[in-house]
């Protein structure tokens, strides 16, 4: 940033006004996969297009910028939010504490990838642009009289910059699988106990006998007809979960226009047909489960779709971890240990905020209890590795 040059603080009302190219070039490398794929320009577009986002879902994009010289120079992907569905870390009772008190909790501006809980950046640009997004978000706040501001999911640096910025921090945990050098499944399997071990090779011979075949289609391979296929199994599993879908038909359009290199999708079919699917999104060292649906019920296949043939996809293409998405203390079972989440939180009410850091401090502590005794109960082996899989 030059110096003594005045610097644009700007709200845009949509990704569609920002230049691909300059907003991607804040997230990750010139050439090559960026950390992950959601706070790139083409997949908050797609959302935006797709009417995913926008009037009448509660998430208004309103992504803040700074510029000199026209150049920009650090951008958070931010929306007004109208209620507090699609974040996965809630602050329901945030809300209902503040409106009991008298206040008007909404609006409040969320900084997110929405309907998304994976952990990536949300202060692009350059460090030293980063305190400065972060005080533009609570001037914004401060300046229209809302109730607060949050920054969710991000990396545990932004964390740390936040707190620095007076901002609230929260800890939450999901389970995430890390590979510790396995080399391929059985090297996986072979750190496990050997119950562990014998309950994932019985689990995946049960759902491989479903009576077809499981295929992996990225780039390419993805086809039109798969997507008409995954809309199925994703309206059913939204049905049932949360009641209406987030994602409409169309951002799987998008996607598949301008996303493909970025998605794996793993498709269970029988007679041609396919019967499951899982969604997954591929980071420069990370693959991200996301959406699962089925038109049939099969044993363990949910099991083998969303967390082996993402551990076995994972090792063959060089990706260091998988994080399975929001909740699921199934997974642990699976490989997949606790690992800290984190978020900031912004009131610029003093007594307010002071009540929520008292909150959250209990709430960290319970955490770490909880984390510490599930990492207890993991399925591998303590002590010396078996020299070969049982």
Not at 114 to 130: D, H, S, V, Y
């Amino acid at each position: 940033m030059g110096q003594g040059k005045a610097v644009d603080i700007t709200l845009v009302n949509g990704i569609g006004d920002i230049e691909a190219a300059e907003w991607d070039a804040l997230c990750g490398p010139d050439d090559g996969r960026p950390q992950d794929p959601f706070t790139t320009h083409r997949f908050l577009h797609a959302l935006e297009v797709s009417g995913s986002v926008g009037p009448g879902t509660g998430w208004e994009a309103r992504h803040l910028t700074i510029r000199q010289d026209g150049r920009l120079l650090a951008a958070m992907p931010l929306y007004v939010k109208l209620h507090s569905q699609g974040e996965y870390i809630f602050d329901h009772a945030f809300a209902d504490a503040w409106q009991r008190a008298g206040g008007q909790y909404y609006p409040k501006l969320q900084s997110a990838v929405p309907f998304t809980p994976a952990t990536g950046p949300r202060l692009l640009g350059a460090p030293e642009l980063r305190p400065i997004l972060l005080r533009a978000l609570a001037e914004v706040t401060r300046s229209n009289d809302l109730s607060s501001a949050h920054v969710t999911f991000c990396t545990a640096e932004e964390a740390g910059i936040g707190v620095e910025e007076g901002y609230l921090h929260r800890v939450t945990q999901q389970f995430h699988w890390q590979d510790e050098g396995y080399g391929d499944f059985d090297g996986f399997l072979n750190a496990l106990s050997s119950r562990k071990r014998k309950t994932i090779r019985r689990e995946r011979t049960q759902a491989q006998a479903f009576g077809g075949t499981i295929h992996a289609y990225t780039g390419a391979d993805l086809r039109p007809e798969h997507w008409d296929a995954f809309w199925h199994f994703y309206q059913d599993t939204g049905s049932r979960k949360w009641g209406r879908p987030y994602l409409t038909r169309a951002f799987f359009d998008q996607a598949h226009r301008t996303m493909a290199d970025d998605i794996l999708l793993v498709l269970a079919e029988r007679n041609g047909r396919p019967v499951a699917g899982a969604l997954n999104f591929i980071g420069a060292e990370t693959l991200f489960g996301r959406y699962w649906g089925c038109v049939e019920d099969h044993p363990c296949l949910h099991f083998e779709l969303c967390y082996y043939q993402a551990i076995d996809w994972a090792l063959a293409n060089g990706l260091t971890r998988v994080e399975a998405g929001a909740q699921g203390e199934h997974k642990l079972a699976r490989g997949y240990l606790p690992a800290e989440v984190h978020s900031l939180h912004w009131f610029p009410d003093r007594r307010f905020r002071d009540a929520v850091a008292d909150y959250l401090q209990a709430e960290t502590a319970a955490i770490g209890d909880e984390m510490r005794l599930l990492e207890s109960y993991g399925p591998f082996r303590r002590g010396p590795l078996p020299e070969e899989s049982q």
